[in-house]
C-alpha cells in the first residue's frame, strides 16, 4: 500500500493535483469566515491568492503552458492575474 502512494506521489502531477485539493480545501474554510470577524479582509485576500495560485498551476500544468508560445502564456496568465484583481478590488470596495 505505502508503495503505491511512493509511486502514485512520484508523479509531479499527482502531487500538483493534491495540492490544488489542498488548496481547494483551505479556500472552503477560509470563505466560512464570518463577515464581521476581524479576519475576513485577510480571509478574502487570501482565497483571491490561493486561487491565482491555483490557476497558474492549472494553465501552466494541466493546459500545458510551460511549453506553449510565449505570448499565449502571458495573455493567458495576465488574464488571470487581472481578473484575481479585479473581483478582489470589488470585494474589498463592497
Do not use: H, Q
Request: hydrophobic share 60%.
Amino acid at each position: 500500500m505505502i508503495a503505491c502512494v511512493r509511486l502514485w506521489l512520484s508523479s509531479s502531477t499527482n502531487r500538483i493535483w493534491l495540492a490544488l485539493v489542498a488548496a481547494s480545501l483551505a479556500s472552503y474554510t477560509l470563505g466560512g469566515t464570518r463577515a464581521d470577524s476581524a479576519w475576513s479582509t485577510w480571509a478574502v485576500w487570501l482565497v483571491f491568492g490561493l486561487a491565482l495560485t491555483k490557476g497558474v498551476w492549472v494553465l501552466e500544468v494541466f493546459m500545458g503552458l510551460r511549453t506553449a508560445p510565449v505570448l499565449w502564456r502571458r495573455l493567458l496568465l495576465g488574464w488571470l492575474v487581472a481578473l484575481c484583481l479585479a473581483l478582489a478590488g470589488l470585494s474589498s470596495m463592497g
